[in-house]
């Protein structure tokens, strides 16, 4: 089975900290996804990775960076966390198998900032 | 941006009732996924419908596309309380290469009573 992993299921950081959210997935998928979800807005997009080093913006990218250097991993970067950040992130991996791209999710974590 | 559109937002039946749920798309699309969540927790995926299909079945679960109308519904058969969760629709649209990036519908919430 295909396991992704995300480093805290709960975080509560402080205005203007730098926050570092982990994701790891073990299923040699070359594509990476961050969303953030929150009450009445569904999944928005905020960053994606299709590749090693390669990253994409997604529809929120403003006040996010993510980093991935190794195939199996993919960090969000709160560079200095707002209370708007205050959100459930989820990552997700895939593959191109035929071009269905089934995304596996993981467990989110939910960021609080205070 | 969201593509797609989930009706209702929420559904309260009763057990053993049948639940449907639906999704409207814009943009040509190369398949149409489903997904569910459980409260607090990441996404799973369901069932997944290419565009070329009418109609599929998987275990209590019936989805169909209607590509002409841009929508697709969801139908649980025999519903049990252990389908109480959120159910979001996800399109992949037609040239979107082999980013893998899927867009989320707002989701419905179905409570089952027992």
């Known amino acids: 089975d295909v396991k992704v992993t995300q480093s805290s299921r709960y975080l509560v950081k402080r205005t203007g900290e730098k926050v570092f959210l982990e994701c790891v997935q073990d299923m040699d998928h070359e594509n990476m996804f961050w969303y953030r979800q929150d009450p009445g807005l569904g999944l928005r997009l905020i960053y994606f990775?299709?590749?090693?080093?390669?990253?994409e913006k997604g529809d929120i990218p403003e006040g996010y960076s993510v980093s991935r250097e190794k195939k199996e991993r993919f960090s969000l970067i709160l560079e200095s966390a707002s209370t708007n950040q205050t959100s459930m992130y989820l990552c997700?991996?895939?593959?191109?198998?035929?071009?269905?791209?089934?995304?596996?999710f993981g467990p989110g974590t939910r960021l609080t900032v205070t | 941006s969201q593509q797609g559109e989930e009706d209702p937002q929420a559904l309260s039946i009763q057990e053993g009732e049948n639940a449907t749920m639906n999704c409207s798309y814009k943009t040509s699309i190369n398949n149409l996924q489903w997904y569910r969540q459980n409260s607090g927790r990441g996404l799973v995926h369901l069932i997944l419908i290419r565009s070329n299909e009418r109609e599929k079945h998987s275990g209590r679960l019936r989805v169909t596309l209607d590509t002409s109308k841009k929508s697709s519904s969801l139908l649980i058969t025999a519903s049990r309380a252990a389908d109480t969760a959120s159910y979001f629709c996800a399109t992949v649209l037609h040239g979107s290469g082999n980013t893998g990036k899927l867009i989320f519908g707002q989701g419905t919430t179905l409570q089952v009573k027992p």
């Open positions: 990775s299709y590749d090693v080093k390669m990253k």
């Open positions: 997700a991996s895939s593959f191109p198998r035929h071009a269905i791209y089934e995304q596996y």
